[in-house]
């Protein structure tokens, strides 16, 4: 875990400087809230780790299960909205 926490840092900060310098911001103020903003997104991304949170997304879930209960359920829109409550 903690690889992955260390790449998702060494990104973050690579993208946030990335951002201050397309629009040509550079100070070392900026580069301090950078540093501050990767601690908080690498902190925000473990407390997700630990406690098994995963966002993905449920779209194939979804399509999976309209096939499987369109053979008992003839109406379309009810399929739909059923497939979507549940992912």
Do not use: C, P, Y
Request: aromatic residues 10%; negative net charge; without cysteine.
């Amino acid at each position: 875990m903690s690889l992955s926490l260390l790449i998702i840092g060494v990104s973050a900060l690579v993208f946030l400087w990335s951002d201050i310098k397309i629009h040509r911001k550079e100070s070392i103020s900026a580069f301090i809230v950078s540093i501050v903003s990767t601690a908080f997104i690498v902190f925000v991304t473990a407390l997700f780790f630990n406690i098994n949170i995963f966002v993905v997304g449920g779209g194939g879930l979804s399509r999976n299960m309209e096939q499987k209960v369109s053979e008992t359920i003839h109406n379309v829109d009810s399929i739909h909205e059923i497939s979507m409550s549940i992912t």
